[in-house]
């Protein structure tokens, strides 16, 4: 399955080592409010470090949209590293040209180099040569550690593999090992569960899995395009309307894999103090809308997935940002947790639903990219992947 360079295929003793990393983390204030995706590159960061090289990171913030915005500076996040790492962690104030080039000739072996945000440039996005080319001046060795940007054909994601050697980094070798086993070789019966607002987001995924898994459990607002396919009227509920007659499609396909919420929750607004009430599954009432799987279903897809060997979630059951419409997730979260098999959960929303639920610790592989992992699920190439050396 992975048959790229790995950072342990690299000889990196001494060399100035480029890593692009996924530091686009959340600020409050100037401060990393989410530490997760700086954790995550630490085994990269410190193996580099051991053998002797001079590591200098890469990474995009947000979406600055090209020009160069304080808010979205990286210079918080390098102070933030600077306690997590036994070295010295330094900034360079742009991640191409003079500034850069001075802040790289100064780094010394063992120590750490930030870069400011790559998306100051807008040649970024546009996977500009001329971009990809000035990266790769400041470094002997180009390692990717960046699942989260995987699914990007950014300058700093393949272009610069074009002008270096290029290997992937622990946690992207981790990655693409638990995700793409999972789709691949998956110990059977393989879950699937499907949650988060939109139909259309997951069209491909749920044609890829209708093939692979033997159950696809479906929750959160993407359920309701689905019951409107089946005729239910459903109020004021999200509904996508222009992916109804696709959902009815893979419906009718054989083999009976998708499964629907039985009862769900309904509120007559959207709001955390929204009056509920539970009902099964059906037409809701005027003024009403979905907000959650009800507890039959929990129950009915806690059954499936404590037989799974392989359970993959993506997306929450409801909006559990309201603790009245969290029940489905967390009872979902906690069959997964409960369950004996390899579970990997990607996306952000069911990530951070698994967080709050404080049961991270009792699942196999906790992905920290939502679109990579979305794409790898819908059997996609990653370009960030590609564009590295074939062992």
């Known amino acids: ?20 990393v996924d530091f686009n983390v959340p600020l409050k204030d100037g401060k990393v409010g989410d530490d997760t995706r700086i954790k995550a590159a630490l085994p990269t960061i410190n193996y580099l470090l051991e053998n002797g090289a001079a590591v200098i990171l890469c990474s995009h913030l947000g979406r600055p949209k090209g020009v160069a915005d304080p808010a979205f500076s990286l210079k918080p996040v390098a102070d933030y590293l600077g306690g997590m790492v036994n070295a010295p962690v330094k900034f360079a104030e742009d ?15 063992g120590e750490v180099l930030v870069l400011e945000n790559t998306r100051f440039h807008k040649e970024e996005k546009k996977n500009d040569p001329g971009m990809a080319k000035a990266l790769a001046l400041l470094a002997d060795l180009y390692v990717n550690d960046a699942f ?26 981790k990655e693409i090992q638990y995700l793409g086993n999972a789709i691949a070789e998956p110990q059977r019966p393989f879950v699937a569960i499907l949650g988060g607002a939109k139909v259309s987001d997951k069209i491909g995924v749920i044609e890829n899995l209708l093939t692979k898994a033997d159950n696809i459990l479906i929750g959160g607002g993407m359920a309701n395009t689905f019951f409107k396919a089946q005729g239910y009227e459903m109020s004021d509920s999200l509904v996508e309307d222009e992916v109804v007659d696709t959902a009815k499609a893979l419906m009718e396909k054989p083999g009976g894999k998708l499964m629907l919420p039985v009862d769900v929750a309904i509120a007559d607004a959207f709001d955390a103090d929204a009056n509920a009430k539970t009902m099964d599954s059906g ?11 009800g507890p039959k279903t929990v129950e009915a897809f ?75 699920l819908e059997g996609k190439e990653l370009p960030g992947l590609s564009a590295l050396n074939d062992k």
């Not at 048959?3 to 890593?19: A, Q």
């Not at 003079?98 to 010394?108: G, I, R």
């Not at 989260?148 to 070798?173: C, D, K, N």
């Open 95 to 109: 991640c191409i040209g003079e500034k850069a080039e001075e802040a790289v000739k100064t780094l010394k072996v």
């Open 283 to 293: 037409d809701v009432p005027e003024g009403w809308r979905v907000l959650d799987i």
């Open 1 to 20: 399955m992975f048959n790229k360079k790995m950072l342990t295929d690299l000889d990196d003793k001494g060399k100035k080592v480029l890593v692009r």
């Open 148 to 173: 989260g940007s995987a699914h990007r054909a950014h300058a700093s994601t393949t272009g610069v593999a074009e002008y270096l050697p290029a290997a992937a980094g622990f946690l992207l070798q």
């Open 302 to 376: 806690a059954s499936v997935i404590k037989d799974a060997g392989t359970v993959v979630w993506n997306g929450p059951m409801g909006v559990f940002e309201f603790p009245k419409f969290a029940q489905g997730t967390f009872g979902v979260a906690k069959a997964v947790a409960d369950s004996k098999a390899v579970s990997i959960i990607g996306g952000g929303d069911s990530v951070a639903a698994i967080n709050q639920s404080g049961l991270e610790a009792k699942i196999t592989h906790v992905s920290t990219g939502g679109g990579a992992s979305l794409e790898m």
